[in-house]
């Protein structure tokens, strides 16, 4: 079993994880949605961005209930994404440019067009009836009890011609597979290691804590802290998740998902989950036989900008950490509102790009964010996302998923100026892309570069520990990265005002590097000044 090393860390923790949405990166057929060929494309960019490893969002046959969450076959490509023969090609040119290659795999759900469910939906004597969850009407005919689904409505729906309900806690397309079944284990199992034969490096493993619910699908019980004003048919949101998320007997499922990765040398296991920090640890395994990264959306989710809940959070998920589990940082992904959106602007998210790329732990990047794209108001008429589509259009996730902006030209470069992209194009587009930011020494992309190109360049930075600067003023965030001689210090001003950072050990340090791109060299005196939202790097 691999574990965490301090003398050679492995590839997922000294990496930079880059999330592509394909949909949304590059079109190369011309039809408005992007494409593996666009991803093989722009390979390039990502090398010279400084990443080291890419995550897809799916691209398996899907019929796009929920974007490519619902999986009509775990072993193919859809055709509007490609095929087989291309996604080889994008493993290979990876692996040729040193990039790893992580895909996402959707163990929860299948689609309702999966030849496991259109069996399973056949008749109640069908032999894979058992592979999903289906269950009688309750006495008077209603649900077999009160789940509901995170997209709206109860989470589940009747068959009539079997008259069962089957369960899904997404849209009714999603049946939910039965992993208490050793059958269902056994096929899912083995599409794990389809694409480890074909070169795959990693999975990021969508809501890998619901896969098991309870034995006896008991009622959840209401969630007193439900917001006031919610939309009638949130169900899902009015409850607490007691008996759908996170149940004990998930361990031993994930204990033999490492299993069959460790079949394989050198492969990483990322799962998509939440809860309590001492319920999301226990995803590490007891002794590091569980997944290698438990995704950890602390930064993200809830979190206003705000020095000292940034610091505690980093704090308490390091207190949490049993010595042989490697931390990691989300601010971004295909589900959450832009972090330049939430966090208040362009000159926060330049703080927040140091923060990322300079903490303890694997850091996940999304794409668009390394040029500061914002989430995209979406006109109701073009709302695409489930999500929105049955909980309104403030609820959708279409305003973070809209076309990669690569330069000035009238669809951004992402696909042809005749077509239109499946979603509408930031209005900065001309003015905010790629090709205008990487010629500006100054630009959020040129920044992203720089800290990539310093993190791969300093073990500190990589290995070194994590220990909070107590003197640091209360708006701000400072943390020392020591290892061996390397005594680096970041520090980070979340405020729209001038802040000081005195300390003894500030004397003979210099600055590296600065959000604003500009200042390099001695510090005067053991006093760092920091300007109105600048983030330093100073090497002692
Ligand atoms: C989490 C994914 O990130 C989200 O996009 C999807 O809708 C749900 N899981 C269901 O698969």
Known sequence: MSSVSKSTPHWWQRAVVYQVYPRSFQDTTGNGVGDLEGVIRRLDYLVALGVDAIWISPFYPSPMADFGYDVADYCDVDPLFGDLATFDRLIDTAHHLHLKVIIDWVPNHTSD?????????????????????????????????????????????????????????????????????????????????????????????????????????????????????????????????????????????????????????????????WGPLDRWVRYYGEHGEGLHLPFNFRLMDGMVWDARQMRASVDALEAALPPFAWPNYVLGNHDRMRLVTRFGGHAQARVAAMMLLTLRGTPTLYYGDEIGMADVPIPPDRVQDPQGLNLGVERTRDGCRTPMQWDGSPNSGFCPPSVEPWLPLATDHRERNVATQAEDPTSLLTLYRRLLALRRATPALVGGGYRPVDEAPNDCFAYWRNHNEQRLLVALNFSDAPREIASPGLAAARVILSTYLDREGPLSGAVLALRPNEGVIVAV
């Open 113 to 273: 067009q999966h030849p496991w469910f259109i069996e399973s939906r056949a008749g109640r004597d069908n032999p894979r009836r058992d592979w999903y969850i289906w269950r009688p009407p309750a006495a008077d005919g209603g649900t077999p009890n009160n789940w509901g689904s995170f997209f709206g409505g109860p989470a589940w729906t009747y068959d009539p011609r079997t008259r069962e309900y089957y369960l899904h806690q997404f849209v009714k397309e999603q049946p939910e597979l039965n992993w208490r079944n050793p059958e269902v284990r056994a096929a899912m199992m083995d599409t794990l290691r389809f694409w480890m034969r074909r070169g795959v490096d990693g999975f990021r493993m969508d809501v890998i804590h619901l896969i098991i619910k309870d034995a006896a699908l008991r009622d959840n019980p209401p969630d007193p802290n439900a917001p006031a004003d919610l939309p009638a048919n949130d169900l899902h949101q009015r409850q607490l998740h007691t008996y759908t998320e996170d149940q004990d007997e998930v361990q031993e499922v994930i204990r033999e998902i490492r299993s069959v990765l460790d079949e394989f040398p050198d492969r990483c296991g990322i799962g998509e989950l």
